[in-house]
Each structure stands twice: as structure tokens, then as C-alpha cells.
């Protein structure tokens, strides 16, 4: 495995809790990196001499401002592309925009504004432009991510089918949960392949405040607190894999086909079933298929 980025899941915590998001952001959940976290992190980014592009992202990552910043500088220190994934909640206005970035000018490469109807469209259109505008006198490339909405109407669609900057729900996450069923269904054979990842060769994967290294949200493939990142990387065998080598070889119908799972009639996408069969499994490849936080179970439940 040959990585070009590594996107920090700083924490799970949100001040949302959108029906779409993949991880389950929620202002109940738990799990959050320590600076020294980011710091061991970093480290084995840069020992494994491929990483270019760092992001920062939860969750929330404003909501710890310290922390994303101090991460941000080390990271840019080392050589880094920066990125982080903000909501925007805490640009008020115009002016406090500025402040809350300024700090983040000349070591930030790119700042994504997550900004669709789930915030709260009015608020959050607003704050986004006020970011934008903090931006552009900051100098900070800014891009925006928005989720459109699904339409009972219209099968799941590709980025291209919807309005410029909007990209589809992909059902995982909450969205199997919350919104799947307001979605056209097709049957489970349909879904031979995943389509989203790479899970051969990944160029980027997502790290969790408990270490986690997910090729996908919820498949970890170790702890890089307990085991090396150069070494997950280099241990890792896809079609080997009890979850990644059925998803390879026949999508998430394999998945479930292969560990003898009951189907229903049909689902919204390759994602919602391949979801609910890793829901199923999880006491089987509970190493794997974790942690809790990505499968909507919060500590305090
Ligand atoms: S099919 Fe499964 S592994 Fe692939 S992107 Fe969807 S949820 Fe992830």
C-alpha cells in the first residue's frame, strides 16, 4: 500500500448530527486525538516517504481550535500539504472569520467548507461565505463539499448528474441508517463491486482518534498506536483479507453471500448493503469492523 494521504479523523464530535455523515458525527459522541497523538502520527506519515497531502477533519475539527492548529503547523513544519474540513459553524461573520484563520495563513494549502441543507441551509450558506471571504483576503484556497439531497424520485445519482459542487449521499454511516429508505432500491445482486474505494491500492485512508486506520469507515486495519503504520501498510493483503478480498472480488453481495447472511429484497446502493453486512459481522471480525463510534454505538449509550 502506497500512500499519498493520510486524512486525520480528529474527532468524533460534532455539533451536528447530519443524517448523511459517514462517521456518525454527533456533539454525544466520544473519542478525540491528543496532541501527542498527532504528533506519533505525523512522525510515521513522514517515515513512510510517500505522504504529501495531510487533512485534518472529524467530526468537527474547529471545535478543538488549539489542537487543528497546532496540528497544522507541525504537520505544514514537516513538509506537508495541509488541508482541514471545517462546517464553518464559527464564522459569525466577516471579521471573525478572519480571526479564527488567521493564524492558519501561509501553512494552510486548502480549507473544505462542508456546507448542504443538513447544517441548516440559511446559517450555514451564511457562514460559508463569510469563511470564503476570510479566505480570499488570507490567501487560503477554499473549496466547498454539499451533499444534495436524495429524491425518492431519482435513483442514487453521479456527481456529474447533479448541480455543480454537490456530490450524491453514498448510504453508509448514518445515511444507511437515516436516509437508505428514502431512496430507490434495487436488488442485492446489483452490487458486485464497491464503488467508491480503492481497496487494493489506496491513496488515502482515514485515521481515528483511537489510531484506527480505516480503508474504508469502520474496516480498520490496525491500530497505528500499536502497530506501525509503515507496518500495516506493508502487511496489508487485500484479497486475503476476510472483509477487503470478498469486497474485491464481488462487492458487498460477495461479502454477504460468502459469510452465509440472510438479504433482504433490496437496498439503496452498494454502501447500505455492504453497511448492514458489516453490522451483522461485526461479532465475527469484531478486530476489524470497528470501532463502536463508526457504527452509530456512542460510550454513553
Ligand atoms: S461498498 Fe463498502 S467498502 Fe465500498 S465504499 Fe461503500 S461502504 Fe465502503
Given at each position: 500500500m502506497k500512500l499519498s494521504g493520510i486524512h486525520l479523523l480528529l474527532t468524533y464530535q460534532c455539533i451536528f448530527e447530519c443524517d448523511h455523515c459517514f462517521v456518525w458525527g454527533s456533539p454525544s459522541?466520544?473519542?478525540?486525538?491528543?496532541?501527542?497523538?498527532?504528533?506519533?502520527?505525523?512522525?510515521?506519515?513522514?517515515?513512510?516517504g510517500t505522504v504529501e497531502w495531510i487533512y485534518f477533519e472529524g467530526g468537527e475539527?474547529?471545535?478543538?481550535?488549539?489542537?487543528?492548529?497546532?496540528?497544522?503547523?507541525?504537520?505544514?513544519?514537516?513538509?506537508?500539504?495541509?488541508?482541514?474540513?471545517?462546517?464553518?459553524?464559527?464564522?459569525?461573520?466577516?471579521?471573525?472569520?478572519?480571526?479564527?484563520?488567521?493564524?492558519?495563513?501561509?501553512?494552510?494549502?486548502?480549507?473544505?467548507?462542508?456546507?448542504?441543507?443538513?447544517?441548516?441551509?440559511d446559517d450555514s450558506t451564511r457562514q460559508a461565505e463569510h469563511a470564503r471571504a476570510a479566505c480570499e483576503r488570507l490567501k487560503i484556497p477554499i473549496g466547498v463539499i454539499s451533499i444534495a439531497q436524495p429524491d425518492p424520485a431519482v435513483a442514487p445519482a453521479a456527481?456529474?448528474?447533479?448541480?455543480?459542487?454537490?456530490?450524491?449521499?453514498?448510504?453508509?454511516?448514518?445515511a444507511a441508517e437515516k436516509l437508505a429508505s428514502q431512496a430507490p432500491q434495487q436488488p442485492p445482486d446489483r452490487f458486485?463491486?464497491?464503488?467508491?474505494?480503492?481497496?487494493?491500492?489506496?491513496?488515502?485512508?482515514?485515521?481515528?482518534?483511537?489510531?484506527?486506520?480505516?480503508?474504508?469507515?469502520?474496516?480498520?486495519?490496525?491500530?497505528?498506536?500499536?502497530?506501525?503504520?509503515?507496518?500495516?501498510?506493508?502487511?496489508?493483503?487485500?484479497?486475503?483479507?476476510?472483509?477487503?478480498?470478498?469486497?474485491?472480488?464481488?462487492?458487498?453481495?460477495?461479502l454477504a453471500r460468502r459469510n452465509d447472511l440472510p438479504l433482504r429484497g433490496s437496498y439503496a446502493d452498494a454502501c447500505h448493503l455492504c453497511c448492514e453486512a458489516r453490522r451483522a459481522l461485526r461479532s465475527r471480525f469484531a478486530e476489524i469492523l470497528m470501532p463502536d463510534q463508526m457504527y452509530g454505538i456512542f460510550n454513553n449509550q
Open positions: 459522541q466520544s473519542g478525540t486525538m491528543r496532541l501527542r497523538d498527532i504528533e506519533s502520527i505525523l512522525r510515521q506519515a513522514r517515515e513512510l475539527s474547529f471545535l478543538y481550535y488549539p489542537l487543528v492548529l497546532k496540528g497544522v503547523q507541525i504537520a505544514a513544519g514537516l513538509g506537508f500539504a495541509v488541508g482541514v474540513v471545517s462546517n464553518a459553524y464559527w464564522a459569525t461573520d466577516a471579521e471573525d472569520a478572519y480571526l479564527w484563520l488567521e493564524p492558519f495563513a501561509g501553512i494552510l494549502r486548502q480549507l473544505s467548507i462542508s456546507v448542504d441543507a443538513y447544517h441548516g441551509e456527481t456529474g448528474e447533479l448541480p455543480a459542487g454537490e456530490s450524491a449521499v453514498m448510504y453508509r454511516g448514518r458486485t463491486t464497491c464503488p467508491h474505494e480503492d481497496l487494493r491500492e489506496p491513496g488515502r485512508v482515514h485515521i481515528d482518534a483511537l489510531g484506527n486506520l480505516h480503508i474504508c469507515h469502520g474496516i480498520s486495519l490496525g491500530s497505528v498506536f500499536q502497530t506501525s503504520l509503515h507496518e500495516i501498510c506493508e502487511k496489508y493483503d487485500p484479497d486475503a483479507h476476510p472483509i477487503t478480498g470478498p469486497l474485491l472480488s464481488g462487492g458487498p453481495a460477495e
